[in-house]
């Protein structure tokens, strides 16, 4: 378990290294839930925020936040899903997330 922790944060790392090669709208998100627009869940968020124009096929990501660093704390690792985001917002909404593949 150990030894695929660290090589995920390794992977990780690698990519928020690579910066602007793998996220050209912003840092690489870690998202709990990477799903469409049309859950309820994320129809919800996008409720919330007032946002239209956001198709039923639109990717999205839920509770997502940046992994800013190496080491950093806990925006330093991402145990669920690394994904792009088009556009993040304060309720943790992800909308255009594309999974980032971390398989090195």
Do not use: E, H, R, W
């Not at 995920?8 to 870690?30: D, H, I, R």
């Not at 709990?32 to 639109?58: D, E, F, W, Y």
């Amino acid at each position: 378990m150990f030894t695929k922790v660290v090589f995920v944060f390794t992977a990780l790392a690698a990519v928020v290294a690579a910066g602007s090669s793998q996220c050209n709208a912003g840092p690489v998100q870690c998202c709990n839930t990477l799903t469409t627009a049309s859950n309820s869940q994320a129809a919800g968020l996008i409720q919330q925020l007032g946002l239209s124009g956001v198709g039923a096929n639109v990717p999205v990501g839920i509770n997502c936040n940046p992994i800013t660093g190496i080491g950093a704390g806990s925006g330093s690792s991402c145990n669920a899903n690394p994904a792009c985001c088009d556009n993040t917002y304060t309720n943790g909404l992800g909308v255009q997330c594309n999974p980032i593949n971390v398989n090195l």
